[in-house]
């Protein structure tokens, strides 16, 4: 997967290149990611802009997403198989409109999960394109300091 393209072709290095060149393209949206934390829970903010005019169409999401999970194989081919996940959704928000201009949005977490977890923002035109995304390794990220 390159970009948005599911279906990059690697066979030619030609093809492959310019397959590159057109993921590396001006983005449709601006987007900006804030945590604070306090204690176990945390406020992410989310900043948006629209940078093309089509992109005032488009979609934003809001994802949390945490590491280290796992899964028993219980039955078929792999009965006792043990998988492995990372970047599961925990939590998703949004569907909002981008939107033309710039536009702030707020999402409080009560608790944090107690493995490696994420925040991550994209933004999708009507066909399911992504016209940009961000990650935030929330996980990494300081506790606020206690107001004075």
Known sequence: MVGSRVDASWQ??????????EAR???????????????KSARIT???QALTDSAADATVWLAQ???????QVRAGENHGAT?????????LAGGWPLGAGS???MLDLAAMPSVAW???AFVQDARGNTLQSLSLDASRCAESAAPP
């Open 12 to 21: 030619s290095a030609s093809a492959f290149d310019a397959t590159l060149a």
């Open 46 to 48: 989310l900043d948006t």
């Open 25 to 39: 393209g001006a983005p449709g949206a601006a987007l900006g990611l804030r945590l604070e934390r306090t204690g």
């Open 65 to 71: 997403t945490v590491d280290a999970q796992t899964t």
């Open 118 to 120: 994420r925040v991550v």
């Open 83 to 91: 998988l492995h996940h990372d970047r599961v959704v925990q939590q």
């Open 103 to 105: 536009a702030q949005r």
